[in-house]
């Protein structure tokens, strides 16, 4: 990718756009065309501001395109490690705190997730990126099981199996309803703990459920 700076001209332009605009549009483009499209005057374009005014904020392209794996980093992988390290009063409890960010795409948002993967496909530095997010993702499901008195390995291997079953699903793109999830929660937890959930730990779980289909 071109380093250059910005243009000689490019601060005599009034701007129009934030900072948070520009991070905003990539964003969108990225998800819905690839990384390919994300660029500077497709982007102007589409806010519809000078394709100047993009170098307020960034020294060129490549910043930009760092700014959205931070804020990928940000989004999806703190919040499943903050969701994992979250007080959980029984390890059922504490895989429904993970399975929260399954549901509230405020919390992980899947097609970003996979706008990134599918750039790793063509970026070794994003490539090492993802890896590290997935370690790190998988590494905090697996101290909330170590929490909850799970030996290391198999702690690990129940995060693996959880974490990565999950990528699957979205991966495949199911299109189940809310509904069908909701009726499949208990199994799911029994499935990925050992343990049948009681209506202490299940309840409260399905009630927020409902809360989200409401919204």
């Known amino acids: 990718m071109n380093d250059a700076g910005p243009p000689a001209n490019a601060r005599l332009t009034h701007t129009k756009a934030t900072r948070e605009d520009w991070i905003r549009i990539a964003l969108d483009t990225l998800i819905s065309d690839g990384v390919d499209s994300v660029k500077v005057l497709t982007l102007a374009d589409r806010l519809g501001v000078s394709r100047s005014s993009f170098y307020w904020y960034f020294r060129n392209r490549d910043r ?27 390890i059922v409890h504490g895989v429904t705190n993970i399975f929260r960010c399954w ?66 699903y979205y991966a495949l793109d199911l ?23 009681t209506p202490e730990e299940l309840d409260p779980y399905l009630a927020w459920m409902d809360e989200m289909a409401a919204r």
């Open 103 to 168: 549901i509230d795409e405020r919390l992980f948002d899947p097609r970003l997730d996979f706008a990134v993967r599918d750039w790793a496909r063509r970026s070794e530095q994003v490539r090492a990126e993802l890896d590290r997010a997935d370690e790190t993702r998988v590494a905090a499901i697996a101290e909330l099981f170590q929490r909850h008195g799970w030996a290391e390995r198999e702690a690990f291997v129940r995060a693996r199996v959880l974490y990565f079953m999950q990528i699957g």
């Open 64 to 90: 930009l395109l760092d700014a959205l794996l931070a804020h990928w980093q940000d989004t999806n992988t703190r919040a499943v490690v903050e969701q994992a390290a979250l007080p959980s009063t029984s």
């Open 175 to 197: 299109g189940e309803t809310l509904d069908q999830r909701k009726a499949l929660t208990g199994h799911y937890l029994k499935a990925f703990t050992g343990q049948d959930p």
